[in-house]
């Protein structure tokens, strides 16, 4: 799914437009006891608790797609013949009026969640009466192709508040509250089926995940059986590993902050074309940026194999989950230094008398511990 399409989705998830008529509950404690389940019928609700159901659900389609949006793709024969598949379809059939599917949800999410706290699964089926929409953009809302039916799955962390006064009316005074449990934004969840090309895509999901840390492997195992990317930490990380480890010592400062400079200018003209399709680069993208650096064939090789060893073969990776797009960080044992992304002309290395500097163009205001100071021709940086 591209942005567009998350975001007509979101834009249908609310109390005035959805057509769910109930958000099914279940509330997990830390030793994975379930504590409570219930049925909250949408047309019963208040105005602002409604409002507080929909925003948690919605904000399971929230985020940067493939780092916190995840697409999910199905085989053909888990299509076919695969139990998850299968399970989640009849989740769907049913609107989730199946009491045994849901407990059997339930079981599924309980098994496979550790968030190490008590946490509530939130569950809803919907349907979206897709408007047409003109090759020209233009929508004909009066029109409709299809009926998009989904499930929404939103697993939120419940946190304990500690006690706090608060104000009783009726006795103008203000009295101890004791200790609240506070529903927290989703951790993680997903959309299914997918809403590919504003039609129904049964051989994909959208999987959501909150932590760049954290992709919770283990529930999408037990719900799709699949494998996704690595986290967007891990893949950062790996990256990084992948440069020092393959370009050794042709891994300079030079290169780090051309590929970090391409990397940027693309994000940035992806943005502004307004192409809903998340921007990924591939591994002949990066090398050849390697290569315009000066490394050398041997080198690059070494990055070919490195790069397919952690990505997977002709692995295309998303740019955000790779670099930071803000700034530059140089770091040493003692010494740590952070540069707008646009900047690194301001950083170069040097070797002086035999020893190895970092050089930092100081022509503009200077501030040490947040003073300003003055460098001064033929002296130490002084206050």
């Known amino acids: 799914m591209n942005i567009k399409e998350i975001s007509e989705i979101r834009r249908h998830i609310r109390r005035d437009r959805s057509n769910m008529t109930a958000i099914y509950g279940c509330y997990v404690n830390d030793n994975k006891e379930i504590i409570s389940e219930f049925r909250r019928s949408t047309g019963m609700m208040s105005e602002n608790e409604g409002e507080k159901y929909f925003s948690l659900m919605k904000r399971a389609l929230s985020g940067s797609v493939g780092r916190n949006l995840i697409d999910i793709t199905f085989k053909t024969a888990q299509v076919m013949e695969g139990e998850e598949h299968k399970f989640l379809m009849k989740l769907r059939e049913t ?5 045994e599917l849901r407990e059997e949800f339930y079981k599924k999410v309980i098994d496979s969640v550790s968030l190490g706290q008590s946490y509530l699964i939130l569950l809803g089926c919907d349907s979206y009466d897709v408007p047409f929409k003109s090759k020209d953009g233009l929508d004909g809302s009066e029109k409709s192709d299809e009926t998009y039916k989904f499930l929404l799955c939103a697993i939120c962390p419940v946190k304990q508040v500690g006690p706090t006064l608060h104000y009783v009316p009726e006795e103008k005074e203000f009295h101890d509250g004791g200790i609240s449990n506070v529903v927290s934004a989703p951790e993680l969840g997903f959309l299914f089926p997918a809403f590919d090309q504003r039609s129904t895509n049964i051989y994909n999901a959208l999987y959501y995940t909150h932590s760049p840390k954290e992709s919770h492997q283990a529930f999408v195992d037990a719900m799709f059986r699949t494998q996704i990317p690595k986290p967007a930490y891990e893949q950062k990380r790996s990256f990084e590993a992948i440069l020092s480890k393959a370009l050794e010592d042709e891994c300079s400062l030079d290169v780090v902050q051309t590929m970090q400079e391409e990397l940027v200018q693309r994000i940035a003209l992806h943005k502004e074309s307004r192409v809903p399709e998340a921007l990924t680069v591939s591994k002949e993208d990066m090398q050849a940026v390697l290569s315009s650096c000066g490394v050398s064939e041997s080198h690059l090789s070494k990055f070919s194999v490195d790069f397919d060893e952690a990505f997977g073969y002709e692995a295309d990776v998303h740019p955000k989950n790779i670099i930071d797009e803000k700034r530059l960080e140089v770091k040493m044992p003692d010494v740590s230094i952070k540069v707008a992304a646009d900047r ?27 003073v300003s100071i003055h460098i001064e021709d033929g002296k130490k940086l002084s206050v």
Do not use: F, H, M, Q
Request: overall charge negative; glycine content about 16%.
């Open 95 to 99: 609107g989730l009026n199946d009491p």
């Open 344 to 370: 690194g002309d301001l950083i170069e290395t040097r070797v002086i008398g035999g020893i190895k500097y970092i050089l930092i163009n100081a022509e503009e205001n200077v501030e040490v511990n947040g």
